[in-house]
C-alpha cells in the first residue's frame, strides 16, 4: 500500500509529497523546505516512521520548488533527479532567486539522474510511472501510479486552473495540450496532488477546468 504525506512549505506554500509504501521505502517530490521548523518537521516525519528515502524527485526546477534540496542531500547524500531540459533551459536557482527578488541564497544541487518520458521510478514495492507535461516549464514531469490512483502534477494542473507559463521557457498552447494528452487521459478518479493549492480528480478537471 502506498501512502502520501503532504507538507506545504516556504514564502510560496509549495506543497512537497512524501511518498512510501509498507516496505518504508519512499521518495521525496519538490523538496521546498526553506526553514529550519520546516525541516525538522520533515525530518522528523521520516525518521518517525522509519522511511528510508530513495529518490529526491523534482517536477520542474523553479527555485520555490527546490528550497530543500540541498538540505536532503546534506542530510541523505540523495541528488536530485529531474528532466535535462529543466537544467538546460533554466537559469540557476540563486539567478531565479535573484531575479524574483528572494534575499536568500541558493545552490544548485547536482544531477544524479536525468529521468525521460516513461522511466519508472522504484522504491520498495512501488514505482511511478514519468510523464512529460512541458509547458509550465520545458522539462516539467508528473509522477503516476496505476495502482493507487494518483498523480504528482507539480505545477502544470491545479483544481480550476493549470500553470502559469510566463516563466523561463513556458508555453500555455504546449501545456494545454500535455495536460489534455497525458493528464486527462488518466483514469477519471484519479486523485491529483498539485504543486500548490488542493488536490482534486482528472474528471473535476474535465468537466470544470475553465483553461482545458
Not at 525538522?40 to 527546490?66: M, Q, R, S, W, Y
Request: glycine share 8%; aromatic share 10%; charged share 20%.
Amino acid at each position: 500500500m502506498i501512502h502520501i504525506k503532504p507538507f506545504e512549505f516556504n514564502y510560496f506554500s509549495v506543497n512537497t509529497y512524501l511518498v512510501y509504501d509498507d516496505t518504508k521505502e519512499g521518495v521525496l517530490i519538490d523538496c521546498g523546505c526553506m526553514w529550519r521548523e520546516e525541516e525538522k518537521e520533515l525530518i522528523d516525519f521520516i525518521e518517525e516512521n522509519g522511511i528510508e528515502l530513495k529518490h529526491l524527485l523534482c517536477t520542474h526546477l523553479h527555485v520555490d520548488h527546490i528550497l530543500g534540496n540541498e538540505f536532503i542531500y546534506q542530510t541523505y547524500g540523495l541528488s536530485l533527479e529531474a528532466h535535462r531540459a529543466e537544467v538546460e533551459a533554466l537559469p540557476s536557482a540563486q539567478k531565479q532567486a535573484d531575479m524574483l527578488g528572494l534575499p536568500i541564497q541558493v545552490t544548485d544541487i547536482p544531477v544524479k539522474h536525468f529521468i525521460v518520458g516513461n522511466d519508472l521510478i522504484r522504491f520498495g514495492d512501488s514505482e511511478l510511472k514519468a510523464l512529460l507535461v512541458p509547458g509550465h516549464s520545458p522539462g516539467s514531469l508528473a509522477f503516476y501510479n496505476q495502482q493507487t490512483g494518483f498523480v504528482v502534477v507539480g505545477d502544470t494542473l491545479f483544481e480550476r486552473s493549470i500553470g502559469r507559463t510566463d516563466l523561463w521557457g513556458g508555453n500555455q498552447e504546449v501545456l494545454v495540450a500535455a495536460i489534455k494528452d497525458k493528464l486527462l487521459s488518466l483514469p477519471d478518479e484519479t486523485i491529483v496532488y498539485p504543486g500548490h493549492g488542493p488536490e482534486t480528480r482528472v474528471v473535476n478537471e474535465i468537466l470544470s477546468n475553465p483553461y482545458l
